[in-house]
């Protein structure tokens, strides 16, 4: 329940942050310039590390298709027919007809170049299964499946919660080419099956003899009252967290769709908002709030439905003492809301 109340704080703070440093044109011009000079003298390398920062802070349509080039130049042949690709639907929906035929022409000349790589797993796949490829998550419909990659080093990393993790690398060639990566079947971490043998296995002969042996009539001290159940104060806390974040997510959903409806008041005859950059800027934090408030909603619904959960199913205090150190701390700030327990029970 710690991680998902941290993960709610961290979505309204990455938000806000992202929301806040949108439209620094300026700087996304002085970008601009510097990538198409170095381009212009022949340096690829720094003029796409300017063009990728341009793009960052302000996307349009120009950029996209100087910085499709200039992965060209590099070598990059996947990610520039991908950013051609890109760049065409932009030019479709602003109406560009002659910048689509110029991304559309580029991107079919990158075809017939591209190198692929079909990732498989070997055996039956573990649940919970994660493929990254260099650090970006790769859904699983990806597997088998022969995917556009830049020629040089793919780092491939496979994990599930219980099993060892498993990673491997592959150059790839250039162009035109297809190679295959093979994530072998991963094995059961040592705890998950040292674990139900310990439990099974009884207490030592020493442990067994240091604990009295109650009589048929003993019975507790009368001054011992059963406390309140540890799962019923998690239980209410989890309630409280989760309804919060369902609130938060609903509220930053009501807000995105204020901004798409802002966003096509000022391009009335354009569906996809594409027609302006203020219309284009509008769209975005739209799709980012719709992006957190799914991400928020689902989270605090999770929490909420555990919290109910752990709440019915606690035992009665009455039938059973346990001696529980439970701590609840929450710290609010102007973007953020978290919620830590600590205990033992």
């Known amino acids: 329940m710690w991680l998902a ?16 440093s949108t439209g620094d044109k300026a700087v996304a011009e002085a970008l601009f310039n510097d990538g198409v000079a170095l381009v212009a003298a022949g340096d690829f390398a720094r003029g796409c590390a300017k063009l990728e920062g341009s793009q960052a802070l302000d996307a349009t ?6 910085l499709a080039d200039c992965y060209d130049h590099v070598g990059k042949t996947a990610s520039a027919w991908a950013l051609f690709k890109e760049a065409e639907g932009i030019a479709h929906r602003q109406g560009a007809s002659e910048r689509e035929a110029i991304a559309r022409a580029r991107a079919d000349a990158l075809l017939p170049r591209l190198s692929y790589l079909i990732i498989r797993v070997q055996g039956e796949v573990a649940p919970g299964l994660s493929i990254t490829k260099n650090q970006t998550v790769l859904p699983l419909a990806s597997l088998g499946v022969a995917i556009p990659v830049d020629p040089g080093v793919e780092t491939v990393t496979a994990s599930a919660p219980g099993y060892v993790s498993w990673s491997g690398k592959i150059q790839v060639l250039s162009g035109p080419s297809t190679q295959t990566l093979d994530v072998p079947r991963l094995r059961p971490a040592p705890a998950s099956v040292a674990a139900p043998l310990a439990a099974s296995a009884p207490p030592p002969p020493a442990a067994r003899a240091a604990v009295p042996e109650l009589t048929p009539t003993s019975a507790p001290p009368r001054d011992v009252e059963a406390p309140l159940s540890a799962r019923k104060v998690i239980g209410v806390s989890a309630v409280s967290v989760g309804t919060i974040g369902v609130l938060a997510g609903l509220g930053m959903g009501w807000y995105a769709k204020q901004q798409n409806d802002e966003s096509r008041r000022r391009c009335p005859f354009d569906a996809h908002n594409g027609c302006t950059s203020e219309g284009v800027r509008l769209r975005a934090r739209a799709e980012r709030f719709a992006l957190a408030s799914t991400i928020t909603t689902v989270a605090g619904g999770a929490i909420l439905t555990t919290g109910i959960v752990l709440w019915a199913t606690a035992p009665n205090p009455s039938m059973r003492a346990s001696a529980s150190n439970i701590r609840l701390t929450s710290a609010v700030g102007p973007q953020s809301f978290a919620t830590t327990i600590e205990g033992a029970w």
């Open 61 to 66: 349509l120009g950029t996209a298709l100087r």
């Open 5 to 20: 109340a941290t993960t709610f704080a961290w979505t309204v703070r990455a938000v806000a942050a992202a929301d806040s």
